[in-house]
C-alpha cells in the first residue's frame, strides 16, 4: 500500500469517528430528529420509532446498537457525493471527506474503500437495479405479501395507509427495516421521489350489501386512486414516479356462463362493472409520462386472505360443498403469482395498459371445490342453496352466484411464467 493510500485511509477514518461522536452526540442527547434525517435518511423513518420510543433512555448497549443500525442504514445511502454528509444548516465542512488519491475509488457505501476493478461496473447496476416502491393497500392480504417480496429484495417500500399503528402491526420494524409506513398528510412526500406507485387500496366486497355499503365499495377505489394520481401529477418532473401499477378486477366484465373475456371484452352492466369502470377511469387520468398498468384481478388463493381462507374451515369440519349451482365460472389466480406479476410490471417497460390477473386455466366452482376437498382429504358434498346466501349477503350474494370465465391473454402474449396455472397444484401449495 503506498504511503498516499495509507494516509488516505487513516484520514477517512478519522472522519468516521467524528461522524459517529455527532451521531452518538444526537442520540443520547437530544434525538433531534431533523439531524438524524439528514444523516441516515435512507431508512430514517423507520429507524425513527425506534429512537422516539426510546428518547429517555441512557442504556449504553442500546445506544450502541440504535448506532449500529443507523450506520448499517447509512452504508446504503445514496446521495450525488456520498462522501458529504450535511450536518447543520448551510454547512457541510465537518463531514466532507478526504479526496483520494489516484487509484483509489470511493464506493457509494461510507465505510468500503477498494482498488479500482471491473466489478464496480456490476455492483453499481445493482444499486441501480433497486427501487423505492411507494404501496397503497399495504396492509391487505395481496399488498402484505408484495411489501414481503420487495423487502425481500431489498428494494425500498414505503407503506401508505390510514391506520399506521396497524401497519406498524403488520411490519414491525424489527421484521421490516428499512420499510417506511406514512398516513395521509405524509404521502405527498412518500410519492414524490419514489421509483413506482401500486395502488390496491379498496374496501372488501364479500360483504352483505346496504346502500352505504355500496357507496363506500365505490368510494374507497375511487378517492384512494384519485388521491394518488393527483399526487403523482403534481409531483415535479424529476421526482415524479415513473411507473402506477393500479389494481383493478374481473368484475368489469359483468357475469356469463357461456362468454370468454379477455382484455378486449367491453364492459358489463351491472354495479361492480360500473365500479371498475370508475376505478380505471380515476387511474386513467395519470401523467402522459407515467407508465400505467391496470391489472384486473381475479379470485386470490391464499391461506392468509381471500376466499379460500373461508372455505377452508367448512371443510376441515366436512361441511364443504359449492355455492349456489356451482356452474358459475371461478377465475382464480395464486396470490404468488399474482404478486409475481405485480413485481414483474413494476420493472418491465413491455408491461402496460390492461392486464389481467387470473389464471390460464379458470374452473367451474363445483370443480374448483372438487379438488379442495381432495386435497383437504375431506368431501364436498354440502352444496350451499342461493336462498341461503342471498339471506346472509343480499345482493352482495352476486359476487359468489355468479361468474366470468377470464384469460390473461395479455400476460401470455409478454411470456409471463405462471408458477401455479392448475388449480390442483395451485391447492396443494397452499394447504401443503
Excluded at 488516505?8 to 434525538?31: G, I, S
Aim: net charge positive; proline share 6%; with cysteine.
Amino acid at each position: 500500500m503506498s504511503v498516499a493510500t495509507a494516509s488516505y485511509l487513516a484520514r477517512r477514518a478519522a472522519q468516521k469517528e467524528r461522524v459517529r461522536t455527532l451521531y452518538r452526540r444526537a442520540l443520547k442527547d437530544t434525538l433531534n430528529w431533523a439531524v438524524h434525517r439528514h444523516l441516515f435518511y435512507s431508512d430514517a423513518d423507520a429507524l425513527r420509532e425506534k429512537f422516539e420510543a426510546n428518547r429517555h433512555v441512557e442504556d449504553s448497549e442500546l445506544i450502541d446498537r440504535m448506532i449500529a443500525a443507523g450506520e448499517a442504514s447509512y452504508n446504503k445511502w445514496r446521495h450525488p457525493d456520498p462522501y458529504i454528509v450535511p450536518w447543520a444548516p448551510g454547512g457541510t465542512k465537518f463531514c466532507r471527506n478526504p479526496t483520494p488519491p489516484p487509484g483509489v475509488w470511493r464506493f457509494r457505501r461510507m465505510t468500503t474503500f477498494c482498488v479500482s476493478s471491473g466489478n464496480d461496473s456490476e455492483e453499481s447496476q445493482k444499486q441501480a437495479d433497486k427501487m423505492i416502491v411507494s404501496v397503497t393497500g399495504a396492509t391487505g392480504f395481496i399488498g402484505k405479501r408484495l411489501v414481503q417480496r420487495l423487502h425481500a429484495d431489498n428494494h425500498r417500500v414505503r407503506v401508505l395507509t390510514r391506520s399506521k399503528s396497524k401497519a406498524m402491526s403488520i411490519f414491525p420494524v424489527r421484521d421490516y427495516p428499512g420499510v417506511l409506513i406514512a398516513e395521509e398528510p405524509e404521502w405527498r412526500n412518500c410519492i414524490q421521489g419514489s421509483t413506482a406507485v401500486v395502488n390496491l387500496a379498496g374496501l372488501p366486497i364479500s360483504t352483505r350489501w346496504s346502500p352505504e355499503i355500496k357507496k363506500e365499495i365505490k368510494e374507497s377505489r375511487i378517492k384512494a386512486t384519485s388521491k394518488v394520481v393527483d399526487l403523482i401529477n403534481s409531483s415535479p418532473d424529476e421526482r415524479r414516479p415513473k411507473v402506477l401499477i393500479s389494481a383493478t378486477a374481473v368484475g368489469y366484465y359483468g357475469t356469463s356462463e357461456t362468454r370468454v373475456f379477455d382484455e378486449q371484452s367491453p364492459s358489463g352492466n351491472d354495479y361492480l362493472a360500473e365500479v371498475c369502470r370508475e376505478w380505471e377511469a380515476a387511474a386513467l387520468r395519470v401523467d402522459k409520462d407515467v407508465r400505467l398498468a391496470l391489472i384486473r384481478i381475479g379470485v386470490v388463493l391464499g391461506k392468509e386472505g381471500g376466499a379460500l381462507a373461508k372455505m377452508i374451515p367448512l371443510f376441515m369440519m366436512f361441511a364443504g360443498g359449492p355455492l349456489g349451482s356451482g356452474k358459475q365460472w371461478f377465475s382464480w389466480i395464486h396470490v404468488d403469482d399474482l404478486v409475481s406479476l405485480i413485481y414483474e410490471a413494476l420493472s418491465n417497460p413491455s408491461y402496460k395498459g390492461v392486464i389481467n390477473g387470473t389464471s390460464p386455466n379458470p374452473v367451474r366452482l363445483s370443480e374448483m371445490c372438487d379438488h379442495l376437498g381432495s386435497v383437504l382429504g375431506r368431501p364436498s358434498w354440502l352444496p350451499v342453496p342461493d336462498i341461503a346466501l342471498k339471506a346472509v349477503l343480499g345482493e352482495g350474494a352476486c359476487v359468489v352466484l355468479e361468474g366470468q370465465k377470464v384469460v390473461p391473454k395479455r400476460a401470455k402474449e409478454l411470456g409471463f411464467p405462471f408458477k401455479y396455472p392448475n388449480i390442483k397444484d395451485a391447492l396443494r401449495s397452499i394447504i401443503s
